[in-house]
């Protein structure tokens, strides 16, 4: 079974098992012209749908157009709210077809929603839960759709307040296979106000794959489903928003998975958002971003500054700022930046189309690759760094920091001592002596990834292109420790580290990184006189 059917074998599933409850009064609602009114349009379809009621069971709006070529709805007032578990597929269109290339897009999306007559408006909005309310568009799948023009946003979801015992949330919302925010090539900036935002009380909402599951079963395969891929580019603000003013009802566990978010269909060029690619603000919590593109953002490529006490965000595997086949689509802020509440986040992995291609996955940024502030903030950061505009990994404020004696200055991620490398040595007659010190806390277990690079960092401090080892230690009663390691290297490589280890806050099991040490560059005569020039 090749990739193509397997996808289409598991969103099959997907909407078979949301099908399941109660499927009697399930039903298909054909939208069959373009009018903004009326029967056979979507508005209508829409109504109609809703209006089924309790139980509540999945309805289907599919599309059946005549004529060929891309049909244009254009709403004159926004269309009424999804408020019945509903698929909305675009891709059931004659004609219609899914993305089949894992890089660049053959999808021929041939349903486009308009909305440069419908006002201050939303695309398509998910109505949740609300006390006597018998239905919700919870559950909803709005696929193989081009959603643009709408002054509010693309794709809408924000739930209410209500009180305990009480369920006001909206949620377990999939965004598959759509161009949100372009025109119907994916190629053409028509952008939105927001791409899509998910605010108050919004939870469980999916955007592309879902996450890899690592074989456990009920997740995502290890390479992103390409057939499931949204574009979300081109938008006035945020690619995607997730947030809410009230902490007691908060945005959380959403997963943004192998979609392109601020390029074309292509991933290649550049196509960005005005704000940010992805926004975690306030109120948000349990965000994972995994192996997307996320590049062009007027803003930062990652902005967050929301993890809600208790959730622990992960930003794994993604291109920021670099683009298919390693194209240049650099973020005007920082790639990551990470502030406030936001504690325990994990920033981690190479993209998944760079593997083994010596090039970095945080690059071309004008600011830091990973830029953290607030003292409360708890980062781990693995993953690899070249050509931002600042450093690899930026602890504030802004620049580099200095090393402290024993390490007691604090910060974000405690502004944790950067190692400090020696110069390179021949430890033989083909491999090299990497060595260095750190002086941090005292009686600490400690790790100091290496990494390698084409050049130093213009700071002298990184970069990171190639994470190639780690040495294991831990530090002495003075909280120093003296590291070495043989490795098999190049004249001409220039070599960094990092120190990473366990928060010193008590009850605290967070991971913290360094910022990049001194960066030291194999000298050319190594092998023949030890050192080299």
């Known amino acids: 079974m090749g990739m193509h059917a397997i996808g289409k074998f598991r969103i099959g599933v997907v909407l078979v098992a949301m099908c399941m409850f109660g499927s009697a009064a399930a039903g298909t609602f054909t939208v069959t012209n373009t009018n903004d009114s009326g029967t056979g349009s979507l508005r209508q379809a829409i109504l109609n749908a809703n209006a089924v009621g309790s139980p509540c069971d999945k309805q289907t709006i599919s599309f059946a157009i005549p004529g060929t070529g891309v049909h244009t709805i254009r709403p004159t007032s926004q269309l009424p709210a999804l408020d019945i578990p509903t698929t909305l597929d675009g891709y059931s269109q004659p004609g219609a077809q899914m993305n089949s290339l894992n890089q660049g897009e053959n999808a021929v999306l041939l349903i486009e929603l308009d909305g440069s007559l419908a006002g201050n408006s939303s695309g398509i909005v998910v109505a949740g839960n609300a006390p006597l309310k018998s239905c919700s568009g919870n559950g909803s799948f709005i696929i193989g759709l081009v959603i643009n023009r709408f002054q509010s946003a693309g794709i809408l979801a924000s739930g209410t307040t209500c009180l305990s015992g009480q369920f006001c949330n909206v949620g377990g919302i999939y965004v598959y296979g759509n161009f949100i925010g372009t025109d119907p090539t994916g190629l053409v900036a028509e952008g939105n106000g927001f791409g899509i935002y998910f605010g108050l009380n919004s939870e469980f909402n999916q955007i592309g794959d879902a996450l890899y599951s690592g074989g456990a079963g009920g997740g995502g395969s290890f390479d992103p489903l390409p057939l499931i891929r949204n574009v979300i580019s081109g938008n006035v603000h945020d690619g995607i928003y997730l947030g809410s003013p009230n902490v007691a009802f908060p945005s959380v566990t959403h997963r943004i998975r192998g979609n392109y978010i601020g390029v074309d269909a292509t991933g290649a060029h550049a196509l960005g958002n005005g704000g940010h690619g992805v926004f975690a603000d306030a109120g948000s919590g349990a965000t994972q971003v995994s192996d997307n593109v996320i590049g062009a953002s007027g803003g930062d490529g990652i902005h967050m500054v929301g993890n809600v006490n208790g959730f622990f965000s992960t930003i794994t595997g993604n291109g920021i700022g670099v683009g298919i086949g390693g194209a240049s689509v650099g973020n005007a802020g920082d790639g990551v930046f990470i502030s406030n509440d936001a504690r325990a986040v994990s920033v981690a992995g190479q993209f998944h189309y760079l593997l083994n291609s010596g090039k970095a ?13 607030g003292n ?3 980062v781990d950061v693995v993953s690899t760094y070249s050509g931002n505009g600042g450093l690899g990994i930026d602890l504030a404020p802004r620049g580099l920091n200095p090393n402290d004696a024993l390490d007691v200055d604090n910060g974000p991620n405690e502004l944790l001592n950067k ?13 090299v002596n990497i060595s260095g010190s750190i002086d941090t806390t005292a009686d600490t277990n400690i790790e100091i990834d290496l990494y390698r690079s084409a050049a130093c960092n213009p700071s002298g401090f990184g970069d990171g292109e190639v994470a190639f080892d780690n040495i294991q230690t831990k530090t002495d009663a003075s909280g120093h420790v003296d590291f070495s390691r043989a490795e098999s290297l190049s004249p001409g490589q220039a070599i960094t580290a990092t120190a990473r280890r366990f928060a010193q806050i008590p009850n605290d099991s967070t991971l913290i990184v360094s910022e990049f040490s001194n960066c030291q560059v194999i000298g050319d005569n190594i092998f023949a006189d030890g050192f080299g020039p």
């Open 376 to 378: 409360g903030s708890g």
């Open 361 to 373: 996955a945080i690059s071309h940024n004008g600011g830091a690759g990973v830029y953290i502030e």
């Open 419 to 431: 190692p400090v490398l020696a110069r390179p040595t021949a430890a033989s007659s083909s491999m």
